[in-house]
Nanobody, 123 residues
Framework: QVQLVESGGGLVQAGDSLKLSCATSGIFSGYDMGWFRQAPGNEREFVAAVRWGSGATYTADSVKGRFTISRDNAKMTMYLQMNNLKPEDTAVYYC?????????????????WGQGTQVTVSS
């Protein structure tokens, strides 16, 4: 059974840091992994992704320089280090996994999703 479980969300102040984790079971090897987020009233948006093979990473312009994605293949876990958080980063953050060939920044190309973890940044 495939499971992706996010953790690490919470309520922080602007300028603080959080580290999200995505623990997986049933998959990891051979899967690209990504983080997406969705704020109330907004569409889901790409945040960051990391490829299985090359380890290449991709980061949305809105978080570049502040967020860092990484993966620990031995632990089958992906991470998102978020620094200098801003109120506009407030959203539910989802991790996802894919093996397809669609652009890695496109959510509909992902096969499996976690349940999400809430990140709230107060000003």
């Amino acid at each position: 059974q495939v499971q992706l479980v996010e953790s690490g969300g919470g309520l922080v102040q602007a300028g603080d840091s959080l580290k999200l984790s995505c623990a997986t079971s049933g998959i990891f090897s051979g899967y690209d992994m990504g983080w997406f987020r969705q704020a109330p009233g907004n569409e889901r948006e790409f945040v960051a992704a990391v490829r299985w093979g090359s380890g290449a990473t991709y980061t949305a312009d809105s978080v570049k320089g502040r967020f860092t994605i990484s993966r620990d293949n031995a632990k089958m876990t992906m991470y998102l280090q978020m620094n200098n958080l801003k109120p506009e980063d407030t959203a539910v953050y989802y991790c996802a996994a894919r093996r397809g060939v669609a652009p890695i920044t496109v959510g509909r190309g992902y096969d499996y999703w976690g349940q999400g973890t809430q990140v709230t940044v107060s000003s």
